[in-house]
């Protein structure tokens, strides 16, 4: 599920259900690259890496440092990270917000849930 929203946690857009091994950035990529987010400011997580090149410079882009086991992040980078989480949590209240509707906590029993546009209609 692909979702976005604004600073008051208002949902400007619900995209559709997808199967939990799809990744996020794939779904982006499907629904939204014709969108133009060239004069908002767009809050990802580490699940978009690689966005900045997808969309461009023109697009301002707030995502997180990722570290690894060979680059671990610097206090800079920690610092950085937990400004980006204290404006993110406001998104994530968002998403938490929807998810108190039962349909999106129960797992579905249809045969091929991506193929049946029903269930994108009852959400």
């Not at 619900?14 to 400011?41: C, H, P, Q, W």
């Not at 039962?102 to 849930?113: D, E, G, Q, V, W």
Request: with cysteine; net charge positive.
């Amino acid at each position: 599920m692909l979702l976005i929203c604004d600073k008051n946690k208002r949902i400007l857009y619900f995209g559709n259900i997808y199967l939990g091994s799809t990744v996020d950035f794939a779904i982006f990529k499907k629904e939204l690259m014709a969108f133009n987010f060239e004069k908002i400011r767009l809050w990802v997580d580490l699940g978009f890496v690689g966005i900045k090149g997808v969309l461009g410079e023109k697009v301002d882009v707030q995502i997180g440092h990722k570290k690894s086991k060979k680059h671990p992040l610097t206090d800079t980078q920690k610092l950085e990270n937990r400004a980006l989480a204290k404006q993110r949590i406001k998104i994530e209240n968002a998403i938490g917000s929807v998810k108190r509707y039962y349909i999106l906590k129960h797992k579905i029993r249809l045969k091929k849930p991506e193929k049946n546009k029903n269930l994108d209609l009852a959400i």
